[in-house]
Each structure stands twice: as structure tokens, then as C-alpha cells.
């Protein structure tokens, strides 16, 4: 990777890690939601395939041409999707910047200097600029948005005294915790803090970092 072989090593295993979770989901949830588990897993293990350093592993160049028509497919049914819900045009957006990638750093996108690498490859691999520069823009934002999603709102501390907490933490209907030496809070959407709906946006926020580092290196 443009950043160091490391950094791609890092990426490849967020990017399987949030894959290999989303295709747990898969297996629970309405239909509806395995869909978008399924959508989530093909983006996390495409993503991780194309940030093995390309030091390491040089891909074939029909590679590329797989990536676009998978993912150019994916693009397709998130679009028919995208009445259900404003999370299926994000699906949109993320299966075109896949396509967008992985047209860039195909062979001989960049011109007769351009470069095989894959995974971000090495400085100048292709890209619009404006075009990566709009899509940068709108995954710094989805990641600022999932992060606020993932604060724990609501918490306080009633009194502070020789060192120790004890307090009593108050949400919307009445009290959700009390102890001494820390404050017991509800998570996220009124869930745990841990809970299934805190890891799925934290995998989406491990994501759309990845996806941000991505198209850093276009």
C-alpha cells in the first residue's frame, strides 16, 4: 500500500474482521436486515482483498474487471432497495466507490507509469480527482455521524467525594443505574453498551474508515 505494507496488513484486517461479522448477522434478523447483512459482509471482504499490500500479492488483471461487475451488480440492487430506507442509497455509494477503485488502479489506468498494485496502490494509481474528492468528503462525514452515533448520551454523576462516584444516572423513563467507583448508562439507542445494534454501526464506522483511507491513496 501507498502508506507502507503495515498500514495495508491493518486495513485487510479491519476490513475482514467487520466482513466476518456481518456475514454472522446473516444468519439472524428479518429478512430485510439479512440483505443488508449480506451487502455488508460482500463489502467487508472486498475491501480487505483489494488492501493486501501489493508487495505481497500482485492481483491478476481480470481481477479488476470482477471487482466492477460485482460490485457494479451490488450497485444495481441497492438502488432497487433504495425506497426501503436511506441506509441502501450509503450501499449505493460505497459499491460505486468500489467500482470507482477498482477501475483506477486497473492496469494502465493511470497511464503508461500507472501501476499494478492493488489495495491503494502506490501514489498515482488513477482517479478523478473532483470525483474522489466528493467521495472523501461524503465518508468524512458518514464516519463523523456513525462515531456520534456510537457517545453514549444521557449519563451524569450525581455527586463526587474522596476519590469515588456515586450517583444516580436518569434517562427518559426514570433510573438506569447507581454505583460507587463508576456510572452505570444505557448504551445507544436505548440498547446495552456492547449490544448487537453498538457493534453493527461500530463494523459500518470501521468500514467507512477504511473506505476513507482507500480513496486516500487515489
Known sequence: MHGGALAG?????LCA?????????TRTGTPQERGTARGEALMGFGMAAMA????????PEWTW?????????AALRALRSARRGAHHLHHLVGSLAMVYMA????????????????GAAAGGAGGIPLLTGMLLLYYALY??????????AGTGVASFAG???????????GVVGR??????????GGGAVGGGTELTMACRLTMGIAMFAMLLTL
Open 9 to 13: 496488513w491493518l486495513l485487510m484486517a
Open 163 to 173: 476519590g469515588s462516584t456515586e450517583g444516580v444516572v436518569r434517562g427518559g423513563g
Open 52 to 59: 493486501v499490500p501489493a508487495a505481497v500479492l500482485t492481483l
Open 103 to 118: 477501475v483506477a488502479m486497473a492496469p494502465g489506468a493511470a497511464g503508461a507509469g500507472g501501476h499494478t498494485g492493488h
Open 179 to 188: 454505583g460507587v467507583g463508576g456510572v452505570v448508562g444505557s448504551g445507544v
Open 143 to 152: 464516519v463523523l455521524r456513525a462515531a456520534g452515533h456510537l457517545i453514549p
Open 17 to 25: 474482521v467487520s466482513g466476518a461479522y456481518c456475514l454472522l448477522r
Open 65 to 73: 474487471a470482477v471487482y466492477g461487475a460485482v460490485f457494479g451488480a
